[in-house]
Every structure is written in structure tokens, then in C-alpha cells.
């Protein structure tokens, strides 16, 4: 792997950029391919993504987490509950021995330091507006086509990374199997303003149509995520009193009086499960890897380590795949398999309501609630801690 001075990362997302900016610390010479243009996109995209410990430790080690940590907003506790169940999982961040179970940040501020940041390498060539087409492996060959449907060819590529998203191009010249999944559900996005400054809790609820999500965003703001079933939200989509008068029902006034209201954006959501295996010209990260629900909030912490994986094994790092090391118990534990089943299960118990999900759902959270020992265990899983233990 050491010979590969050349990579094109394909897909200029946010796992693309960060990708980018990480293979670019490391000195290798890079070429950025988007059908788009990150830089003339309008960055309004005021969700908070919740980075987790393993993310904050990834980004320290390429000198990103400095620029990211000002603008984000320590979680210290997360609270689970269902309405009209009794019980409350309190995850804390000092169970777990962290300052913090993740941090928030609004998403367009994540994105504009990380393109910013890409823009300062030197060793960064922007290949904009252009779709990933083909890789000769045989010849080193990328070519991109280009909008008015001509061909573009790049020589000397000796890597490629597939950052490109659920529907990866990259992915079928892999010739990898993939299975998707319609979720028939929507999320529903947007931020809330309290009276209350924020103390670093966030609630997620679960009720009779889904789930609801409260992410503190910033020092009075939340970002709030409705995860319901498609179409439930027909009526209330550009009614946002409707809106709050369904937060304050399920959550009630933890955080003060709620003064605005602002939706930002839903999404239908699907994903992704791929048989992975990293080629000796191609690998992928991001949501082209696999695409999972974001009931857990691990889609880009699980891009994030696919990133740093691949840095391992380009710097041909033995002890990556040195197995022998690590018990196979704690191999699983830090896998991105065991994150993405994880995700699956929250997914499913979070969304059916059947008697069986309903009363496996209730026991786990009661269960969950009174031991030490399995809040630890989830902590873990939610904080990716494993992963940097491994
Ligand atoms: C409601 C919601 C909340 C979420 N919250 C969190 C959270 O709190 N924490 C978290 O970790 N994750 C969260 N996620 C997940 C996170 O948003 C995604 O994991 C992340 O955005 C995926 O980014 P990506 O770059 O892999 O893919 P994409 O954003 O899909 O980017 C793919 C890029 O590839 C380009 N492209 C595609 N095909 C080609 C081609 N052939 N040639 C060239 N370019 C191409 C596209 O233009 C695009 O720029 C959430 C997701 C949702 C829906």
C-alpha cells in the first residue's frame, strides 16, 4: 500500500471532505471529484450533528478537532423514556469516565470549517461538476464526465476512494452486494429556542408514532428530530404551533418556555447494508459503505472511522488487522457490523409497535434504567469508545 502516492476521492459530502482533508494530512496527493460544487452550495443546513468521543478523538489526531470544538456543544447526559411508560434511561457521560457522551454541532458550521480546511492544502486538486464514470485499474486511468456529457480523463490515479453516498458508482465498479431499505419513515427536522441556557442534556422520547430527539445546538437553541412514519406528519409539516404543541406534550418544559420555532428540513429515510471489503485500488467510507438509520446518530462517527481505517491500512499499519491481539469479543464490540446492528435494533423497536416489539422495548428500557452494567455497555456502543480501545 505504501507505493500509492496518488488518490481521487470521489463524493465531496461531508465524508468526502473529511476524507480528503485527513489523506491530504498525510501527504498524499489528492483529487477531489463531486457532481456538485461544495463551494457554491448555500450551507443552510442548521440540523446538529452529534460527534461522538471516538469521532473527537480521530479529528485530534489530524489536527481538525481544535477548529470543530468552539463551535460545539458538549452532551453529558442523554435521557430515553417512552410517553405514558414508566421509567428513564439516564446515560452520563461520568458513568462512562468522559467529559462528555458526544458533542453537537450545526451541521453547516461543520461543514464550512471542514471545506474551509480543505481548501488550505496544497496538495488538494478540486475536480468540481464532474461525475465519477470509470477507474481502469489496469492503466491508472479515472475518467470523470463532465456536464455537457463529454469525458474527462485523469492518468497516474493509483487509489480510489468512493465517498458517494448512498446510490456509490464507486461501489458497483467494486462489484459489491448491497441491500436497501425503504424505513417508510420520515424525519423531520428542525431547531426549537428555549428561555432555559442549555445544561448539556438530550431527551430522546419515544411515542405511540416514532420517536422525537432534543439535541442542545447552542447555549438556548435545540435541534429537534421527529422520526415518524411516512406521511404521519402531513398536516403538521408548515404548522409549527401543531409542532410545539407536540414537543411540549412529549417532553414537557425541561428546558424553559419554548419562544420559537423554525423547520428546517425532512427527509425520507433508507439505507444501506453493503458486504464490504477493501480492494487493493478502491475502498469506500460514508454513507456509501452503509447507510444506516439515524436514530442513533452514528452515520458520519461511523464515515469518520471508516476514514481512519483507511489511514491505517494506506500507512500499511500491521497492527490494524493484527487480530491476534484484540479478543474477538472486543473485535466485534469496536466494528462498524456491530454499530450498524446496534442501529438496526434501536431502528426497529424504536419504529414497530407490535405487542412483541412493545414489551421488548419496555423491559429493555427498564432494564437498561436499573443496571449500570448495560448503560455502560450502550454507552460504549453510542460513544465508539471501543473503537479507540481496540
Ligand atoms: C435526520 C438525520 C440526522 C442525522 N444525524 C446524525 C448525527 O447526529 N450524527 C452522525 O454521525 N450522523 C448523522 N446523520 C448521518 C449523516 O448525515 C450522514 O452519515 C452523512 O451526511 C453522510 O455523508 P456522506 O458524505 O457519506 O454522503 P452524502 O452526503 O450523500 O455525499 C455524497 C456526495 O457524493 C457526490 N456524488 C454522488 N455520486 C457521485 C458521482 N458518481 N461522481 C461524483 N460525485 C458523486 C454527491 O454530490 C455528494 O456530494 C444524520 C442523518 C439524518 C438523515
Redesign the pocket.
Given at each position: 500500500m505504501s507505493s500509492i502516492k496518488k488518490i481521487a476521492v470521489?463524493?465531496?459530502?461531508?465524508?468526502?471532505l473529511l476524507c480528503c482533508y485527513a489523506l491530504a494530512v498525510k501527504g498524499f496527493e489528492i483529487i477531489l471529484?463531486?457532481?456538485?460544487d461544495?463551494r457554491d452550495i448555500p450551507t443552510n443546513d442548521q440540523?446538529?450533528?452529534?460527534?461522538s468521543e471516538a469521532s473527537k478523538i480521530i479529528l485530534q489526531s489530524i489536527g481538525l478537532w481544535q477548529k470543530i470544538q468552539p463551535f460545539s456543544i458538549p452532551i453529558k447526559e442523554v435521557w430515553v423514556s417512552e410517553k405514558k411508560v414508566f421509567g428513564r434511561i439516564k446515560f452520563n457521560a461520568n458513568e462512562l469516565g468522559l467529559g462528555a457522551l458526544g458533542w453537537s454541532i450545526c451541521a453547516q458550521d461543520l461543514f464550512m470549517i471542514i471545506s474551509k480546511a480543505v481548501l488550505e492544502k496544497p496538495n488538494v486538486v478540486l475536480k468540481m461538476k464532474?461525475?465519477?464514470e470509470d477507474f481502469r485499474t489496469s492503466e491508472n486511468i479515472l475518467s470523470l464526465e463532465l456536464v455537457d456529457g463529454s469525458t474527462e480523463q485523469v492518468k497516474n490515479v493509483d487509489f480510489i476512494v468512493g465517498?458517494?453516498?448512498?446510490?456509490?458508482?464507486v461501489r458497483r465498479k467494486m462489484r459489491l452486494h448491497v441491500t436497501r431499505k425503504d424505513y417508510n419513515q420520515d424525519?423531520v427536522?428542525g431547531n426549537v429556542v428555549t428561555t432555559v441556557k442549555n445544561t448539556g442534556v438530550a431527551i430522546q422520547k419515544i411515542f405511540q408514532h416514532g420517536s422525537l430527539a432534543l439535541i442542545p445546538s447552542g447555549d438556548y437553541h435545540y435541534t429537534f428530530?421527529f422520526i415518524v412514519k411516512k406521511g404521519f406528519f402531513k398536516n403538521y409539516y408548515k404548522n409549527k404551533k401543531a409542532l410545539l404543541d407536540l414537543i411540549i406534550e412529549l417532553c414537557g418544559f425541561p428546558f424553559g418556555r419554548y419562544c420559537s420555532l423554525e423547520v428546517c428540513h425532512d427527509?425520507s429515510?433508507f439505507g444501506s447494508k453493503v458486504f464490504y471489503r477493501h480492494l487493493k485500488k478502491f475502498a469506500l467510507?460514508?454513507?456509501?459503505r452503509g447507510?444506516i438509520h439515524?436514530s442513533t446518530?452514528?452515520?458520519?462517527?461511523?464515515?469518520i472511522r471508516d476514514i481512519d481505517e483507511l489511514i491505517s491500512l494506506l500507512n500499511s499499519d500491521e497492527n490494524f488487522y493484527n487480530k491476534s491481539k484484540v479478543s474477538k469479543s472486543k473485535q466485534f464490540l469496536s466494528s462498524r457490523k456491530s454499530t450498524e446492528i446496534f442501529a438496526d435494533l434501536v431502528a426497529l423497536f424504536y419504529g414497530e409497535r407490535y405487542l412483541t416489539t412493545n414489551f421488548i422495548r419496555r423491559v429493555t428500557i427498564a432494564a437498561v434504567a436499573t443496571s449500570r452494567k448495560l448503560r455502560k455497555q450502550f454507552g460504549r456502543i453510542g460513544t465508539g469508545i471501543d473503537y479507540i480501545a481496540r
Open positions: 470521489i463524493g465531496g459530502g461531508i465524508s468526502g471529484v463531486d457532481n456538485e461544495f440540523r446538529a450533528i452529534v460527534l464532474r461525475l465519477f465517498a458517494d453516498g448512498f446510490d456509490s458508482k424525519a427536522v428530530i427527509y429515510l467510507v460514508g454513507n456509501s447507510t439515524p446518530a452514528q452515520g458520519l462517527n461511523l464515515g
